[in-house]
Structure formats: C-alpha cells, structure tokens
C-alpha cells in the first residue's frame, strides 16, 4: 500500500515474492487507506459508539426488568449482605 493521493502502484518483492497491494489497513489503532482518506476510520469510529450506547440501553432495560421482578424499587438500597 502506498499512501498518496495520486493513483501510484510500487512492486515490492520480499524472498523473490510480489508482495501483495492491499486498499487498507490498521495500524497502531488507526486505519490508513491507500487514498489517504479517513472516511473508512470515521465510519469505524462511529460503529463503535454506536454499539457501546446499544450495550448500555440494553442492560438498562434488562436491570429494569429485572427490579420490576423482584419487586425493587430505584430508591431502595440493596447490599449483598
């Protein structure tokens, strides 16, 4: 992969083999993209936020139902004890 914004190929051989071109690919967390855009990262980025506030709704609604369940009210106080 080759990071520019004009459309450039390199053959690169490694032990007599073409290695291969790839269109993207992540490294130390980011994704770098053979165009030098970030709109793949963003749309990964946002996928994440995305799921983790899913996460959070959903174990909301499953802690509610379960009060709901047992009986427990938000303002009670419950110790393991």
């Known amino acids: 992969m080759v990071n520019s914004t ?6 690169i051989n490694m032990n007599g ?8 690919c992540k490294y130390v ?3 770098l993209s053979k ?3 970030s ?9 994440m ?5 899913t996460r959070r709704k959903i174990q909301a ?4 139902c379960l009060r709901r369940l047992l009986r427990i009210t938000c303002t009670e106080h419950k110790t393991n004890e």
């Open 6 to 11: 004009t459309n450039t190929s390199t053959d």
């Open 17 to 24: 083999m073409k290695l291969e071109e790839v269109t993207s």
């Open 29 to 31: 967390g980011t994704t």
């Open 35 to 37: 165009y030098g855009t």
């Open 39 to 47: 709109t793949a990262e963003v749309q990964i980025i946002i996928a």
């Open 49 to 53: 936020a995305t799921s983790a506030m």
């Open 61 to 64: 609604f499953e802690h509610k």
